[in-house]
């Protein structure tokens, strides 16, 4: 047994109430402690765990070496008989290099989908330019054909060219909403509270519910990525609740603090538990947008209760631009 300890590249600490009852040289190669001094330390002074009370079999935490670096490390606990008593063997691996690719694999898929979000946001943009400054310029000088034409005509078909020239008017009309949504021009020209303003009282007139929405403390300068990630945000949440929550009131509140964005949407409906729910593709998109902007989500239902998500964005410009 003491051949197997000194020959394993983990470290092994055998302990009784933390106190060191046996430890081995690869210990004190992770940490730089002498193999005396190591005997004198307790487990908590060189490994930190979140709650090193209720150790589960295997945990992950922080090895705090001599020289007070610290790296991650992977610790797996267990019962031995030892000398006669039962004491608990600790074997603490070095996985800072598994934590160094997962860090670099997350930074890759966040870097994609902004890649992609941002594909997204200039796709939409198209569209609005093509839907405004095209088709939507087409469709108004059509009406103003009709209606020149319409008073050269005859009485009796008056009321044909009045139901072309309705038909041209919705048309138009329906082409401004599609615009505006895929790029509202406030977000831009007054900054998100005015777009977010904007969208509650549009959503409030086409779904006739009640939409209050609220804004504290000043809105701060905020980049395109930011302005642009928190109106689809909102937008989302907003479609969200009128799918699914039968709600007869919404609430929108932005409160913007020196520190943090903070946004929540909460709906008066019917609720639900989110344990047994499999969430769509409107949930998904506000978390991954939440993470590109490196904010938290939090989501809190029950059913018959109504539904509440609130969401914290840092103000500090971010990475991942959406450009």
Known sequence: ??????????????????????????????????LN????????????????????????????????????????TSKIEYDG????????????????????????RKARLAAVYGAQEMERQRVSRELHDGLGQRLIAMKLAVEKISLMKEQENCGKWKEIESNLQD????????????????????????????????????SGLTINFDQEGEEPVLNRKQKIY????????????????????????FIFTSQNIIFIIEDDGIGFDPESVTFGNGIYNIRERVNL?????????????????????????TGYEAD
């Open 1 to 34: 047994l003491s051949h197997f300890y000194n020959a394993t590249t983990d470290g092994i600490f055998l302990h009784t109430g933390s106190k060191a009852v046996l430890v081995n040289n690869a210990l004190s190669g992770l940490t730089g402690y002498s």
């Open 37 to 76: 001094e190591l005997m004198e330390l307790q487990l908590e002074d060189i490994v930190k765990l979140e709650n090193y009370q209720n150790i589960s079999e295997i945990a992950e935490g922080k090895l705090v070496r001599k020289d007070s670096d610290e790296f991650f490390v992977e610790v797996k």
């Open 85 to 108: 008593d039962t004491i608990e063997a600790c074997v603490i691996r070095d996985i800072s290099r598994r934590k160094e690719m997962e860090n670099e694999l997350v930074l890759e």
């Open 171 to 206: 048309a138009i009309q329906e082409t401004r909403q599609i615009s505006y949504d895929l790029m509202p021009p406030e977000l831009y020209e007054f900054g998100l509270s005015r777009a977010i303003n904007q969208l509650c009282k549009k959503a409030a007139v086409n």
């Open 230 to 253: 928190l109106f689809r945000i909102t937008q989302e949440a907003l479609n969200n609740a009128f799918r699914y929550a039968r709600a007869h009131t919404i609430s929108v509140q």
């Open 293 to 317: 902007l490196q904010g938290s989500f939090l989501l809190n239902a029950q059913p018959g209760k109504g539904t509440v998500i609130q969401v914290r964005i840092p103000i500090k410009n």
